[in-house]
């Protein structure tokens, strides 16, 4: 008897599915286990308590990122609370037996940057860490999701997790992306058509011919902010140009055994027929490049628009939250942020610190000086990326622009190192979220592209990048 289609995400589902009742949730097998210092060190405290070993310590990797500086890497962390984290996960990792990569190390990094670059990310994967942004890792077909802390013990102590099966949606963008849009606007531009809310509950697939064009990194980029609208995950089917990417990366399949592993991983597409709970569709066409204005990466528009009044929200209740957003931006309805001066420009982060973001600033940047207004920051993702960044020249055409290429780590994303922006101060940034005080208390976010980022470090402004490119 033939099977009925299966969509790419049911495929992996099924695949890891170690027990299933019904009326509870699934034992899932899990592939790859990323941690970190901020969601581990409770998770270690409980297997100790229960006199426990880590299941399978090959199968999990570390990494310190959230509260590392950016500048000075070589000294001891000056804050006392960051400094015990990374302490702390040094030590567990060296307990229990996991792979670590800390400071120094020539593969520390971001965790959803280094675990596709080194190959540990795959196809067909099932992959969870204690982070929300895990959700980058969909980008090579691979069913990947953040967990909470007594999860990540769960995943310590079995290898599984228990999860119910989420529902499953699939937004398609099709046709070609206009001058100047790039990835993150695709994502951000999605984001405001069906709100931070508008995908709970759902795995996320990608498809449409916009979606094929984009380059790993980009997809990568496209999948981490799944999480903004709500998602549970994101995913792309993987093709040519994920198995290229993968190609020769230190812990991927190598010689015959990566041949044998692409012919598995061409399997992981989703099946003629196959259907999902809901479908959406976009036009390439229509997306501008983009910036956020309010306090939830929903609230975004194209930068020639202006932001909406109270009038224009079509659903009553987001009135009183829009209303102390923009207070709280110190924005006025109805205005443009074309021309809005800034004072920080923040290029990193897990959306957007990867080798192919930093060239593109440096394309826009190149022979030009920034605005006198501006402080900008410029942290790669990782060692490798800003090793790659200063063999390729990058980082003198950043310095020549008076621009600071920090150490890796995720900064300012969020509040919980030394890169804080100044309260009431604005800042475009790359990252993924502008909830209040994300970069520091009362700091002030306009999320947005490397592009356009880098569009606002030389002109002081928000600007529109098509003007530059």
Partial sequence: MS?????????IWDLHVVKQREGYPDVLYIDRHFIHEVTSPQAFAGLRKRGIKVFNPSRTTATADHNVPTLNQHLPIREELSRHQVETLKKNCEEFGITMYGLGHPYQGIVHIIGPELGLTLPGMTIVCGDSHTSTHGAFGAIAFGIGTSEV???????????????????EINGKLGKGVVSKDIILYIISKISAGGATGYFVEYAGEAIRNLSMEARMTICNMSIEMGARGGLIAPDDTTFEYIKGRKYAPQGEAFEKAVEQWRQ?????????????????SDIAPMITYGTNPGMGIKVTDRIPTVEELKDINEQTSFRKSLEYMGLEPGTPLLGKPVDYVFIGSCTNARIEDLRMVASIVKGKKKAGNVEVWIVPGSKQVEAQARAEGLDKIFEEAG??????????????????????????????RNFEGRQGPKSRTFLASPLMAAAAAITGRVTDVRELV
Avoid: W
């Avoid at 099977?3 to 495929?11: G, N, V």
């Fill in 153 to 171: 013990e769960q995943v310590l102590a079995t290898q599984c997790i228990l999860q119910h099966r989420p529902k499953t949606m699939r937004i």
């Fill in 3 to 11: 099977q009925k289609p299966r969509t790419l995400f049911e495929k």
């Fill in 403 to 432: 621009f600071q290429l920090r150490q890796p780590g995720c900064s300012a994303c969020l509040a919980m190192n030394e890169d804080k922006i100044p309260a009431g101060k604005y800042c475009i940034s790359t990252s993924n």
């Fill in 268 to 284: 992981l597409a989703t099946d003629e027929g196959a259907t999902y709970d809901k479908v959406l569709q976009f036009d390439a």
